[in-house]
DNA sequence: ACCTCTACTTTGAGTAGTCAAACTAAATAA
DNA sequence: TTATTTAGTTTGACTACTCAAAGTAGAGGT
């Protein structure tokens, strides 16, 4: 079994290779700014990754996953998101306070209870911020949807919020912005940088291009 | 803060001197036995963590805890007992099963969940094995009980059970032998070892001194 | 074709935890 | 009292993970 170590790169290399541009292949700087490690201590256990099988490494052109890594990090996503979602529904938890919680309980449940949290939530396809939950079989929905930043005017239902900070997302729930909601993009000064949005029948807000970058939205 | 593996120590050194005879010192082989590590690594050990202050050791003589080490056990107690009282009651694992599972998340769950969990079960007094569980203080309840194996014939109640081996705690439900349960001590047979013993109304069942040496009883 | 900069790799070192095997203090037996 | 046994200690080695700092491959700029 991977220790909660390899597991955290695996689902780090899994997570950015959806991302990445030149196929699945992660550069090696992304792994090292994404978990806060050093290059050196990256190149080192991409090494140690490869000779484990869980991923293919070529010196200086990155790292895919190959087939049990993947397997691998689709556990350790769907440990993660099943987790913040019995935190949120059961535990009654802050979904603006589960992601923490939850990067260190993904390593430490077993896979009966996790079963058993499955069923108690009635196996739910998404956690509390809307990223999909993969099967325990390793399938997992992969919509995609555009940031509320690349859109234009119009009445959009937000399907995801794609960043874990936590002040952040204490600031979208005083909007009530989370997944699900129906919300109007008004207008947006491209210049200024800012968009201006109505959620349900409150005031508008405005918010910036950078905050909006997070909020991935379905038109409706 | 104390690593899993630190709070492991802790917690087996508190456990072991309440059963020590010599004050609270317990012997170093009894932390090895106990934790199913070598005896070389134990001594390692132990210097690192008086070195930390959890602990006061005499080389040959043994450890005791200090003041910020047993602080630390009853926390790890404390939280190892809620969690199995959280699985058995809210999650409706078998209370033989649920032992493994809190000695990991007992390193996992953070100070914020524990007070959920103590919360959603109203603050409960002992575990689901009887043992009791430590105030978010540190105050623990140090009544003992009897063995069932130590007792003449008479009517008691099972207050608690001091084995973690999940078979032997499967064969106590098939009995229906858990903590509050009425029973009644028939007979005895001090040659054969062989305790005679009447669980409600059910049929008489035979248990070993080994085995009723376990279970922990209340006159009544 | 050469230079430079960036991203990556290598090296050397350190922490935390562990074991096997050699050694020793001290309790117990002779 | 001396010898033996037991419990505990020391030593040397190993795995897993990490960093800082020195070194390098190769993409892009001139
Ligand atoms: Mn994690
Ligand atoms: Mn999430
Ligand atoms: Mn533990
Ligand atoms: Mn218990």
Redesign the pocket.
């Known amino acids: 079994m ?5 597991e ?2 695996l689902k780090a290399i899994f997570q950015l290779s959806r991302k990445s541009t030149d196929g699945k292949r992660v ?4 792994v ?1 700014e994404q ?14 990754l490869q000779s484990e099988d869980f991923v293919s ?6 790292v895919t996953l190959r087939e049990s890594g993947e397997k691998a990090a689709l556990q350790v996503l769907r440990r993660h998101r099943l987790i913040e979602a019995f935190l949120v529904d059961i535990m009654k938890l802050d979904w603006a306070d589960v992601h923490e919680e939850a990067e260190i309980l993904e390593h430490a449940i077993s896979d009966k209870l996790i079963q058993r949290i499955d069923e108690m939530l009635g196996h739910p396809s998404h956690d509390p911020h809307g990223d999909p939950i993969p099967t325990a079989t390793g399938e997992m929905d992969n919509a995609t949807f555009a940031a509320l930043a690349d859109v234009e005017s119009g009445h959009y239902q937000l399907m995801r919020v794609s960043r874990d900070d936590s002040e952040y997302l204490k600031w979208l729930s005083s909007h009530s912005l989370h997944p699900g909601q129906a919300l109007q993009l008004v207008s947006r000064d491209h210049f200024a940088g800012v968009i201006t949005l109505k959620v349900a029948d409150a005031e508008p807000i405005q918010i910036g291009e950078t905050a909006a970058q997070a909020l991935l939205v379905k038109k409706c």
Chains 1, 2 share one sequence.
């Open positions: 991977p220790s909660s170590t390899v955290d790169y550069a090696l700087g992304a090292s978990l806060g490690l050093t290059a050196g201590t990256v190149t080192t256990m991409m090494k140690h490494y070529e010196p200086r052109r990155g």
